[in-house]
């Protein structure tokens, strides 16, 4: 099976063309253009480096969040394109068990972060077993002094990673003797890392349905909450 990989949750945009002998390619860039402006070049670019036309690609896999939820919005949505126009199948990948598997390592336990923004982070926290990255909570939206705590708690050694990590930790606050962090080309999502959990859902059948796939938020967005503010009465009425 050969698939097409996108990640769009964070500032990174990454693309990959994987197979199950191999990942053919990939294209991982942070810019400051945006995702819509990068993305379906990018898809063509990708498709072209690894030689393989989109009609020969068996399925599109998509990191469905949490994370940005533009980014998020941009990235499922042109998953879903390409799927209806090709008929192929859609995969919805969880983007912070696709982050975990940057250290299949046994032993460690893999705390994948992502910025939820007001000094909050998404988290969740994984071993890998016998070839399989096993999640041992489910997602949650902590402060980052609750997440270096908890971590430091655990009697195991401990890796970091995501953008909250570069951007809100390292050199900032302290850290328990148990915990690091993850190196530069570690930390942040790759599509390749969407491409391997995508496979191995592809042939278990774990598939979506291309029209009502939608990201994974876990909270509301800042605009939601600034128009219940604005709007309680409307606020109060949409919720009986």
């Known amino acids: 099976m050969s698939i097409l990989a996108i990640d769009t949750a964070t500032q990174v945009s990454s693309v990959a063309v994987a197979s199950e002998a191999r990942l053919s390619a990939e294209l991982t860039m942070q810019a400051r253009l945006t995702h819509s402006e990068t993305l379906l070049p990018h898809m063509e670019q990708v498709l072209k480096m690894a030689n393989v036309k989109k009609e020969d690609l068996d399925g599109i896999a998509v990191s469905i969040g949490p994370g940005s939820f533009t980014g998020l919005r941009i990235g499922l949505a042109a998953a879903k394109a390409v799927?209806?126009?090709?008929?192929?199948p859609l995969i919805g990948v969880p983007t912070l068990e696709a982050m975990a598997w940057h250290y299949p390592v046994p032993g460690v336990r893999i705390v994948t972060l992502l910025d939820a923004q007001k000094g909050n982070a998404y988290r969740q926290s994984f071993r890998f077993h016998e070839g399989r990255m096993e999640a041992q909570e489910e997602i949650t939206v902590s402060g980052l002094p609750e997440v270096?705590?908890?971590?430091?708690?655990?009697?195991?050694?401990?890796?970091?990673?995501?953008?909250?990590?570069?951007?809100?930790?390292?050199?900032?606050?302290e850290l328990p003797a148990n915990v690091s962090l993850a190196p530069a080309h570690l930390v942040m999502p790759r599509a390749a890392c969407v491409a391997m959990v995508g496979l191995k859902k592809l042939?278990?059948?774990?598939?979506?349905?291309?029209?009502?796939?939608?990201?994974?938020?876990?909270?509301?967005?800042?605009?939601?909450?600034?128009?219940?503010?604005?709007?309680?009465e409307a606020a109060e009425g949409s919720a009986k």
């Open 83 to 88: 799927c209806y126009a090709l008929k192929l």
């Open 148 to 173: 270096i705590s908890s971590c430091g708690a655990m009697k195991e050694p401990v890796v970091l990673l995501g953008d909250v990590v570069p951007k809100k930790i390292a050199g900032k606050l």
């Open 203 to 232: 042939a278990a059948g774990e598939v979506g349905n291309v029209m009502d796939m939608e990201p994974v938020y876990i909270r509301r967005s800042e605009a939601e909450v600034l128009w219940e503010k604005r709007h309680p």
